[in-house]
């Protein structure tokens, strides 16, 4: 088997169409999303949530904007070798998790629960709705068919040996579920590529917080994947580039995606689900869930009155006056309604953000300083 198998059968000029045409300039379709997606509000905020260790403190420890910047890297790296168009494998990598909450996999597991009767929250669906209509101001970022694709069906948290491409173009926006392939060879490899990102990362950042001990995880695995980051992502993307060659399908060998599982099991059982991260999922729910009751009730009350919100005396009050006069346009056009404007408003922050906001209505601003010139002017 070469490269030569794996080619793409539907039309270019599907995979590259877009809501809205553009003019062509210098750059290729796929490299123009990715210039798009760097420069978007949703994803400049990715440096400021967390992948999965809440660690604003520790330089060293993965956010989720350097796992994007991994998935793309490695997408990349695998596309040059099987002679697939990079550009597009980077753009998909970049833009995979521009859906992520707060608080990583907690805060989707919370956000599900505000969502009651939906369905529940799924980053890879949201993170279509973030990049078709609530970035720029719900005009969106106007992305080609194989990028947003990419970005819907990238699920990384099922496990297959090896997977083909469906070759469908479909209805993205009626799409609901993880059930779906994607509909190219580079997206089926960003999907392969994000487990190959996080789980050495996982585990690495994993030593480096003392959660765990590297003896902890079998010498056989150790053995065959290797003993860090580095090594654990070499071997899996070799793995992946010759099996696929071989197979023609995207995927890896036996031996190595017995290794991999048995490498997840264990993150799942030693860091995910670890006491000391769980000590913290309480707390983020009381953030988010205060958060989600005060900005409901402050747009129950205040509507389009911009006295109302400034009278709250805080800066989330402010803000989410401006979010919602600038947003309403859309969500009355898209949404038919107002209905998901605080949840969205709350989806998109960071952790950072989040925490703040929670500290200022509970003590604002004005209401510190009035008490500093108190104690001053005694």
């Not at 926006?173 to 789980?199: F, G, H, L, Q």
Request: aromatic share 12%; glycine share 6%; charged share 25%.
């Amino acid at each position: 088997m070469n490269s030569l198998f794996f080619k793409n059968p539907i039309p270019n000029s599907e995979l590259t169409a877009r809501k809205t045409a553009r003019s062509r300039d210098l750059r290729t379709s796929y490299f123009r999303d990715t210039t798009a997606i760097i420069h978007s509000y949703p994803f400049r905020r990715l440096k400021h949530k967390t992948q999965v260790f809440f660690s604003p403190h520790n330089d060293h420890i993965c956010t989720r904007i350097e796992h994007v910047m991994h998935v793309a890297s490695i997408s990349a790296t695998i596309c040059r070798a099987l002679d697939l168009d990079a550009d597009l494998a980077w753009s998909i990598g970049l833009g995979h998790d521009l859906g992520h909450t707060p608080f990583g996999h907690v805060g989707e597991t919370i956000l599900s629960e505000l969502m009651s009767g939906s369905g529940g929250f799924k980053h890879e669906i949201y993170s279509l709705r973030v990049v078709d209509h609530l970035a720029n101001y719900g005009k969106g970022l106007n992305l080609t068919y194989a990028v947003r694709d990419g970005i819907l069906n990238h699920c990384g948290e099922k496990f297959e040996q090896s997977i083909v491409p469906d070759f469908e173009v479909k209805d993205l926006s009626s799409i609901k579920n993880r059930d779906n392939y994607p509909a190219t060879w580079e997206a089926v490899i960003v999907r392969m590529s994000d487990k190959i990102a996080y789980m050495g990362r996982d585990f690495e950042d994993a030593l480096q917080l003392k959660l765990i001990s590297r003896d902890e995880l079998s010498a056989d695995v150790r053995e065959l994947l290797g003993e860090n980051n580095s090594e654990i992502i070499n071997t899996m993307v070799n793995d992946l580039i010759a099996t696929s060659l071989e197979t023609g399908r995207i995927g890896f060998s036996d031996d190595v995606f017995k290794a991999m599982i048995e490498l997840k099991d264990f993150n799942y059982k030693r860091i995910y689900k670890n006491p000391m991260l769980s000590s913290y999922h309480r707390y983020f729910e009381r953030v988010l869930k205060t958060l989600f009751e005060y900005l409901s009730e402050m747009l129950e009350k205040g509507g389009e009155d911009d006295e109302i919100y400034k009278a709250e005396n805080n800066f989330l009050a402010a803000r989410f006056s401006d979010y919602y006069r600038k947003m309403k346009p859309f969500y009355l056009e898209v949404d038919g309604g107002t209905q998901n404007v605080v949840f969205d408003y709350l989806a998109g922050m960071t952790d950072n953000y989040a925490l703040n906001c929670v500290n200022e209505i509970m003590i604002p601003r004005k209401f510190e300083y009035q008490f500093n010139e108190i104690f001053l002017n005694e």
